[in-house]
């Protein structure tokens, strides 16, 4: 589905490419522009912690970041072994696009973890910068269905 739905906009998947440690001043603006539209606004960003992390997902044997050649998007992620067994899952950790590139990254990130060799993939909008119904929508249509309920609670 995320093939056609991007066949349909005129958008190639070449326009997504990894991320290399050039990239990370782009990648420290685009996490800004993600915190300052999420509901973590309140916690302030560190902007050398922020490169330091980047760094190290770009730099991890399973992890990866793709930015949209625009640079108006990226998103990142890690594969690990399930607590339970050897089977690998992906999870995205970070995922903001405002140059129309947010299922063509997801395209490209859904292809590494399968060359990961991970058989499922978790992904959320745990800033709640999208419109829940919305991304609901156009996640299920991707083939994604709800995995549970998530929590939080401020521990101040």
Not at 13 to 24: E, G, N, P, Y
Not at 115 to 123: Q, S, T
């Amino acid at each position: 589905w995320i093939r056609w739905w991007l066949r349909r906009r005129d958008v190639d998947l070449m326009d997504v490419r990894h991320a290399t440690v050039a990239d990370i001043p782009r990648l420290c603006e685009l996490a800004a522009l993600e915190h300052a539209a999420s509901r973590f606004k309140q916690h302030p960003v560190d902007p050398a912690f922020a490169a330091a992390n980047f760094a190290a997902v770009i730099g991890g044997m399973q992890s990866r970041v793709f930015i949209s050649e625009s640079g108006g998007g990226f998103i990142a992620g890690f594969v690990q072994n399930k607590l339970f067994n050897k089977f690998m899952t992906a999870y995205e950790l970070a995922w903001y696009a405002r140059d129309g590139s947010g299922l063509a990254l997801l395209a490209a990130f859904t292809a590494w973890a399968k060359k990961m060799r991970a058989l499922d993939l978790v992904v959320s909008d745990y800033a709640g910068i999208k419109d829940e119904a919305k991304f609901k929508r156009v996640m299920t249509r991707a083939g994604f269905a709800v995995l549970g309920t998530t929590y939080t609670k401020p521990l101040n």
